[in-house]
């Protein structure tokens, strides 16, 4: 017996086996190659940019290499080894101290092509198994972190709306991706997820005999074998690992917990209503959890008690206090804390985002006095480019979450634009800043943030989104015939409040979506709507 079905054996594989890779096209190795970074890889003899200057020329011979090697299923060794680059985590950590560096993968771009071709056959695989977790929102096309914290944000707003309250347990994994057990990975790749024969001798031989080195400026080590673990920095090791990590939300059904997945990123939530008792769901919880955490080192992996967060989000005017409940599970005890970083965002206890929104304001202004220093020295253009990329990036990080709040908050995000519009244009600080966001030609925050969620919507109905949002989003269909029922309006959910209920996905985003112009609805593509989107929200926004 593999060592993985010791605690909740996988659900066993019943569907089409993925035996066989079916062979590369020469279109589809010259898309791989085109969309792939220009950053040059320092194992590769021809630099990126070369290959894909050369591609024309190369295009047959790559092709060639692709497709022998899925037909022995043999990856090359120099393929297999990369040159690690430890990166600190997060700037203010300590640079001393070891587990602050992140081991990224520095691969061969050849390496990279071939992983890619897997990659699009695997997905294809699970896609059309119904395999994939519908709740892991890793490394899948139209998902995103953001897509998982508005589903994940939808779901404690309506648990708000109806005076209940949320409880949210945030799983933190210790160095996941490298110690990834590879016999336990086959197994469940072969039984679990039914990748037999040729195809998965292709992917043992991708996992055996990997080399690294480690790089740090100039210096690199000797080469050392890798037994281990996937590859971060790879095509397909992330992939791998949320293949091997499934039955983690099988777990959550089990306990009929709700949870969200997003690569090493597990969140566990649950509603509390007010007549429910905190007892029964503590046991509950705390069940679940050491199930988790038996499932993970039965799998080699494990569970990083100290830095797993417990929240209670809890409607502002409520009168029953849960702030100092705790949870105790394999001898640790985790008490409850009033902010939760998320996927990058900062939830507090009342859904207020106030955190988030002075942490993005805060590291925003950073940046530009950083580019204030050396604005003399750049032109307009270049002074735009580093604004989009350090602080409107920033801005428009999951501000689909900020919908219905206050204009008062808002209004902190909107002096960060104001004074980045400033610095762009070289205006004065007491002079109207419409004027400069009219020639700059952007929205103001409040209707980036209707736009986010519009783009989302438009999404949703057109089957762009993920499953957990395009669910959120019914059309309106009339008892009997009306003329309104041509104009491809959307049911808005039913809420209580407009603090809570109104910033759900399923209420605003069908509210947003209902006001539109008839022919903004109507469009067909993607890249048409957004076009016409923030035309019409430009104009609403300037009076034009």
Known sequence: ?????????????????????????????????????TKSC????????????????????????????????????????????????????????????????????????????????????????TLHDSRQSAYRVGHSTETALLKVHSDIAA??????HAVLVILDLSAAFDVIDHPIL???????????????????SYLS????????????????????GVPQGSVLGPKLYCMFTKPVGEICKRHNMCYHCYADDT????????????????????????????????????????????????????TRDLSNISITFDGFSIGAV???????????????????LSNVAKSCFFQIRNIGRIRHLIDENDCKTLVHALVTSRLDYANSLLFGLPSGAINKLQRVQNTAARL?????????????????????????????????????????APGYLSEMVTPYCPSRTLRSQDGMFLNVSQSRTKAYGGRQFDCAGPKLWNDLPAELRRTKTLSVFKKHLKTHLFKKAFNI
């Open 424 to 464: 762009i244009t070289r205006s004065k600080k007491h002079d109207h800043i419409t004027p400069s966001l009219i020639d700059l030609h952007w929205l103001p925050v409040q209707y980036r943030i209707e736009y986010k969620v519009l783009l989302y919507v438009y999404k949703a109905i057109h089957g762009l």
């Open 267 to 318: 969140q566990v939530y649950f509603v509390i209503k007010p007549v429910d008792n905190w007892t029964n769901f503590q046991d509950r919880l705390e069940n679940c959890l050491s199930d988790i955490s038996r499932w993970m080192a039965s799998n080699m992996l494990k569970l990083n008690h100290d830095n797993t967060e417990l929240i209670v989000f809890s409607p502002r005017r409520c």
């Open 209 to 228: 005999n990997r080399s690294m080195c480690i790089a740090i400026e100039d210096v690199t080590s000797d080469r050392k074998s890798v037994t281990i």
């Open 42 to 129: 320092e194992l590769d003899p021809l630099r990126t940019r070369c290959v894909k200057e050369c591609r024309d020329t190369l295009l047959p011979y790559i092709t060639s290499i692709v497709n022998k090697s899925l037909t022995d299923a043999t990856v090359l060794l120099s393929f297999k080894h990369a040159m690690v680059r430890p990166l600190i985590k997060k700037p203010d950590l300590d640079r001393d101290v070891f587990k602050n560096y992140r081991p990224v993968s520095n691969l061969s771009f050849l390496s990279k092509v071939l992983e890619k071709v897997v990659a699009v056959r695997l997905d294809q695989h699970l896609e059309n198994n």
């Open 1 to 37: 017996m593999c060592i993985s079905d010791q605690v909740h054996p996988d659900t066993q594989f019943n569907g089409d086996n993925l035996s066989v890779y079916t062979p590369a096209s020469e279109v589809e190795i010259k898309k791989i190659i085109l969309s792939a970074p």
């Open 159 to 164: 648990a708000l709306d109806k005076n209940c």
């Open 338 to 356: 009033p902010v939760v970083k998320n996927l990058g965002a900062f939830f507090d206890k009342t859904l207020s985002m106030d955190k988030h």
């Open 186 to 204: 086959l197994h469940r790749l072969e039984h679990t997820l039914g990748i037999t024969d040729t195809a998965l001798s292709w992917i043992k």
